[in-house]
C-alpha cells in the first residue's frame, strides 16, 4: 500500500484541456448532455446507450429520469418512481432505487426498460431515516445480495454516548446491511450487519476484478471546535482522511471510536474516546486501502472497466468528491473526480484529480458556493464517463479521443 | 426687543439646544454600544458559528442554513434567541431549500455573548434588523428553564 497525499503531486496532469467547464487531462473532452435536472443524485448506465438518474427529491412527482444517450445529446424518454433518493444500480434484469427508509427494485426487459414503473417490488423497508446521513446508497453482488449504507445520524455519536461506554446508534446505523436481492419487504431482522463503524458511506462498488465491496467513508467533522486544545483549524481542515475501505464481512472501519490520519498513515484513537491526535488506535479496527484530505466527501465511486480510456484507467477507481463545507475558515475544497490507480483489484499508486473545475471560479470554490458539485460517476457501453451534479442538476459526458 | 425678553429666547435656545445635543449624544452613544456589540458578536461568530454558516453567513447546501435574508434571523427575537440557546433539531425550509443539519445547543456562552452574536448577524450579511440586548436573552433563557 502506497499513497502520498502532497497536496501538488494531484492536480490534474499534463496538458490540460478546458471542456464544458471542466478541466480534464489531454486527450479527454467533456460534454453537458442534460442541465437543470434538481438534484440528481446516483445514476445508471444500460448497454443500450440509456442512463437512468436518480433525484434527489421528486420534479414534477417523479424521482428517476430515464435518458437515451445519442452522441452528446441526452433525451428524456420516461420519469416514474414516487420517491426521491440516491441510491440506484441495475444487476441481473432489475433496476434497484432506492429512499431513506425504503430499497425497491423494477423488473426491466431484454432492452432495459422497466416494464412496470408503477409497481415496483419493495425488497427491504423500515431503515432509520433521521435525516442527518439519511441516504441509503446501494451496491449488489454478483451472489444475489444487496448491500445499503445506513449512515450514522451524528457527527461523532458524542450525543448518545456521553459516558463513552460504547456508541450505542450502531445496532442500526453506522454500517453496511446486506440483504438478500429478491426477497420482499426485508427489514433489520432479515438482512445482516455485513460491516461496521462506518461513519456514512454514499459511494460504494462491487469490484469484479477481486469480488469484494468497497466503500468510500465521509470522515468526521469538527476536530478543532470540539478539541481546541488538541487540533489546529488547520489540522481540522486536513483531517481525518476521507477513506476507501475494502470491505469483508465482520470488518469494523472503527467509527466514532478511530479516525484515519492521512498525514502521519495511521488509524488514531479519537480524541472522544481518550486519544489526543498521536494515541494510535486498536488495531482491531481496518485500515483504509487508501485515504484522501479531509472533508472532501466522496459521494460517488465506480470502477472503470471500459475500453474507451488510455490502458491506466482500466480497472481503477473514480471517485467524485462533492466538495467540502467543514474545512472553514481555510479555502473549500474537492469538487472534483479524482482517479486512483489499481493493481490487482488493490489501489497502486498516487491519485490525482482527473476532472476539475465543477465548483466554478477559485472564489466560489474557497467559499463552498459551488455552482456544481459532483455526485454520481457511470460508465457508459462505449466506455465514456458519466457524471451527475446534485447543485444545478447538469449531467456530463467525458470521452477520450485519442 | 427689551432684555427681558431676550433673556427668555437666551434661556429657552440653552435649554433647547443642551437637550438635542444630549439627545445626539445619547443616539451617538447608542450606534457606538451597537457597533461595540458587533465587534464582539464578530468574534463569537468566527469561533462558534463559521464551520457551519460560513464567513459570509451563506449556509452549506442541503445542510446549514444560510443567515441571509431569511425571518429565522430578521424576525422574532425570542424565536431566534432559543434557536441559539436550545439548538435546532428539525428541516428547516428558507426560500425554497431544505437544511437538515442538527444544530446543537450553544447554552454556555453568556448573555452578553448570545446578544452580541445575534446583534452581528442581524447587522451584517446584508441584514439591517436592530440589535439584541443582554436583557432580552436573560429574560428567554429564565421564561425556557421554567
Given at each position: 500500500?502506497?499513497?502520498?497525499?502532497?497536496?501538488?503531486?494531484?492536480?490534474?496532469?499534463?496538458?490540460?484541456?478546458?471542456?464544458?467547464?471542466?478541466?480534464?487531462?489531454?486527450?479527454?473532452?467533456?460534454?453537458?448532455?442534460?442541465?437543470?435536472?434538481?438534484?440528481?443524485?446516483?445514476?445508471?448506465?444500460?448497454?443500450?446507450?440509456?442512463?437512468?438518474?436518480?433525484?434527489?427529491?421528486?420534479?414534477?412527482?417523479?424521482?428517476?429520469?430515464?435518458?437515451?444517450?445519442?452522441?452528446?445529446?441526452?433525451?428524456?424518454?420516461?420519469?416514474?418512481?414516487?420517491?426521491?433518493?440516491?441510491?440506484?444500480?441495475?444487476?441481473?434484469?432489475?433496476l434497484?432505487?432506492?429512499?431513506?427508509?425504503?430499497?425497491?427494485?423494477?423488473?426491466?426487459?431484454?432492452k432495459?426498460?422497466?416494464?412496470?414503473?408503477?409497481?415496483?417490488?419493495?425488497?427491504?423497508t423500515?431503515?432509520?431515516?433521521?435525516?442527518t446521513?439519511?441516504?441509503?446508497?446501494?451496491?449488489?453482488?454478483?451472489?444475489?445480495?444487496?448491500?445499503?449504507?445506513?449512515g450514522?445520524?451524528?457527527?461523532?455519536?458524542?450525543?448518545?454516548?456521553?459516558?463513552?461506554?460504547g456508541?450505542?446508534?450502531?445496532?442500526?446505523?453506522?454500517?453496511?446491511?446486506?440483504?438478500?436481492?429478491?426477497?420482499?419487504?426485508?427489514?433489520?431482522?432479515?438482512?445482516?450487519?455485513?460491516?461496521?463503524?462506518?461513519?456514512?458511506?454514499?459511494g460504494?462498488?462491487?469490484?469484479?476484478?477481486?469480488?469484494?465491496?468497497?466503500?468510500?467513508?465521509?470522515?468526521?467533522?469538527?476536530?478543532?471546535?470540539?478539541?481546541?486544545?488538541?487540533?489546529?483549524?488547520?489540522?481540522?481542515?486536513?483531517?481525518?482522511?476521507?477513506?476507501m475501505?475494502?470491505?469483508?464481512?465482520?470488518?469494523?472501519?472503527?467509527?466514532?471510536?478511530?479516525?484515519?490520519?492521512?498525514?502521519?498513515?495511521?488509524?488514531?484513537?479519537?480524541?472522544?474516546?481518550?486519544?489526543?491526535g498521536?494515541?494510535?488506535?486498536?488495531?482491531?479496527?481496518?485500515?483504509?486501502?487508501?485515504?484522501?484530505?479531509?472533508?472532501?466527501?466522496?459521494?460517488?465511486?465506480?470502477?472503470?472497466?471500459?475500453?474507451?480510456?488510455?490502458?491506466?484507467?482500466?480497472?481503477?477507481?473514480?471517485?467524485?468528491?462533492?466538495?467540502?463545507?467543514?474545512?472553514?475558515?481555510?479555502?473549500?475544497?474537492?469538487?472534483?473526480?479524482?482517479?486512483?490507480?489499481?493493481?490487482?483489484?488493490?489501489?497502486?499508486?498516487?491519485?490525482?484529480?482527473?476532472?476539475?473545475?465543477?465548483?466554478?471560479?477559485?472564489?466560489?470554490?474557497?467559499?463552498?458556493?459551488?455552482?456544481?458539485?459532483?455526485?454520481?460517476?457511470?460508465?457508459?457501453?462505449?466506455g465514456?464517463?458519466?457524471?451527475?451534479?446534485?447543485?444545478?442538476?447538469?449531467?456530463y459526458?467525458?470521452?477520450?479521443k485519442? | 426687543?427689551?432684555v427681558?425678553?431676550?433673556?427668555?429666547?437666551?434661556?429657552?435656545?440653552?435649554?433647547?439646544?443642551?437637550?438635542?445635543?444630549?439627545?445626539?449624544?445619547?443616539?451617538?452613544?447608542?450606534?457606538?454600544?451597537?457597533?461595540?456589540?458587533?465587534?464582539?458578536?464578530?468574534?463569537?461568530?468566527?469561533?462558534?458559528?463559521?464551520?457551519?454558516?460560513?464567513?459570509?453567513?451563506?449556509g452549506?447546501?442541503?445542510?446549514n442554513?444560510?443567515?441571509?435574508?431569511?425571518?429565522?434571523?430578521?424576525?422574532?427575537?425570542?424565536?431566534?434567541?432559543?434557536?441559539?440557546?436550545?439548538?435546532?433539531?428539525?428541516?428547516?425550509?428558507?426560500?425554497?431549500?431544505?437544511?437538515?443539519?442538527?444544530?446543537?445547543?450553544?447554552?454556555?456562552?453568556?448573555?452578553?455573548?448570545?446578544?452580541?452574536?445575534?446583534?452581528?448577524?442581524?447587522?451584517?450579511?446584508?441584514?439591517?434588523?436592530?440589535?439584541?440586548?443582554?436583557?432580552?436573552?436573560?429574560?428567554?433563557?429564565?421564561?425556557?428553564?421554567?
Amino acid at each position: 500500500m502506497s499513497f502520498k497525499l502532497a497536496k501538488n503531486d494531484n492536480s490534474v496532469r499534463g496538458h490540460k484541456t478546458v471542456s464544458a467547464g471542466l478541466t480534464l487531462p489531454e486527450g479527454f473532452q467533456a460534454a453537458i448532455i442534460a442541465d437543470n435536472l434538481g438534484s440528481a443524485r446516483h445514476l445508471v448506465a444500460t448497454p443500450q446507450g440509456d442512463i437512468y438518474v436518480h433525484l434527489a427529491g421528486t420534479k414534477n412527482g417523479k424521482g428517476i429520469l430515464e435518458f437515451h444517450v445519442d452522441g452528446d445529446k441526452a433525451t428524456l424518454k420516461s420519469s416514474f418512481a414516487n420517491f426521491g433518493g440516491t441510491g440506484i444500480a441495475i444487476k441481473d434484469g432489475y433496476l434497484y432505487a432506492s429512499n431513506s427508509r425504503e430499497v425497491y427494485r423494477y423488473k426491466l426487459d431484454d432492452k432495459n426498460e422497466v416494464i412496470n414503473p408503477d409497481k415496483p417490488e419493495r425488497i427491504v423497508t423500515g431503515l432509520l431515516d433521521r435525516r442527518t446521513h439519511a441516504p441509503k446508497a446501494i451496491a449488489l453482488d454478483n451472489d444475489g445480495n444487496l448491500y445499503v449504507n445506513i449512515g450514522a445520524y451524528s457527527n461523532i455519536c458524542s450525543e448518545y454516548d456521553p459516558n463513552k461506554t460504547g456508541c450505542p446508534i450502531l445496532d442500526s446505523a453506522g454500517g453496511i446491511w446486506q440483504f438478500k436481492a429478491d426477497k420482499l419487504d426485508q427489514t433489520y431482522s432479515d438482512g445482516v450487519r455485513y460491516a461496521t463503524g462506518l461513519r456514512n458511506v454514499v459511494g460504494l462498488a462491487w469490484n469484479q476484478q477481486d469480488n469484494q465491496l468497497f466503500v468510500m467513508q465521509h470522515g468526521r467533522d469538527e476536530l478543532h471546535d470540539l478539541f481546541p486544545n488538541l487540533y489546529t483549524v488547520h489540522q481540522s481542515a486536513e483531517l481525518p482522511a476521507e477513506c476507501m475501505f475494502a470491505l469483508k464481512k465482520g470488518d469494523n472501519a472503527g467509527y466514532p471510536y478511530v479516525y484515519y490520519d492521512w498525514i502521519q498513515h495511521k488509524n488514531m484513537l479519537g480524541p472522544e474516546y481518550g486519544g489526543d491526535g498521536k494515541k494510535p488506535a486498536d488495531s482491531k479496527y481496518i485500515n483504509p486501502v487508501a485515504a484522501y484530505p479531509g472533508h472532501y466527501a466522496p459521494d460517488g465511486l465506480l470502477f472503470y472497466t471500459g475500453n474507451q480510456f488510455p490502458e491506466k484507467y482500466k480497472n481503477g477507481a473514480f471517485i467524485a468528491f462533492h466538495g467540502s463545507w467543514n474545512r472553514a475558515p481555510e479555502p473549500q475544497a474537492g469538487y472534483c473526480v479524482v482517479f486512483q490507480p489499481f493493481k490487482d483489484g488493490k489501489p497502486d499508486g498516487n491519485w490525482e484529480v482527473f476532472a476539475d473545475g465543477f465548483a466554478g471560479t477559485e472564489e466560489q470554490k474557497a467559499s463552498g458556493h459551488a455552482i456544481h458539485r459532483p455526485c454520481g460517476l457511470a460508465q457508459g457501453p462505449d466506455g465514456s464517463l458519466y457524471v451527475t451534479d446534485d447543485n444545478k442538476g447538469t449531467i456530463y459526458k467525458i470521452t477520450y479521443k485519442k | 426687543m427689551n432684555v427681558k425678553i431676550a433673556g427668555v429666547f437666551l434661556a429657552s435656545f440653552i435649554l433647547l439646544s443642551g437637550a438635542l445635543q444630549a439627545q445626539t449624544k445619547k443616539q451617538a452613544m447608542r450606534q457606538s454600544t451597537v457597533a461595540t456589540s458587533v465587534a464582539r458578536g464578530k468574534v463569537v461568530y468566527i469561533n462558534v458559528c463559521l464551520p457551519c454558516h460560513m464567513a459570509d453567513g451563506g449556509g452549506v447546501q442541503n445542510m446549514n442554513p444560510p443567515l441571509v435574508n431569511t425571518t429565522y434571523v430578521f424576525g422574532d427575537k425570542a424565536a431566534l434567541i432559543k434557536i441559539v440557546l436550545h439548538g435546532f433539531n428539525e428541516d428547516v425550509e428558507i426560500n425554497g431549500k431544505t437544511y437538515s443539519n442538527t444544530m446543537s445547543a450553544h447554552d454556555d456562552l453568556s448573555d452578553r455573548q448570545i446578544a452580541d452574536v445575534l446583534t452581528y448577524i442581524r447587522r451584517s450579511f446584508g441584514n439591517k434588523a436592530n440589535a439584541v440586548k443582554a436583557t432580552e436573552v436573560t429574560k428567554v433563557r429564565a421564561m425556557s428553564k421554567k
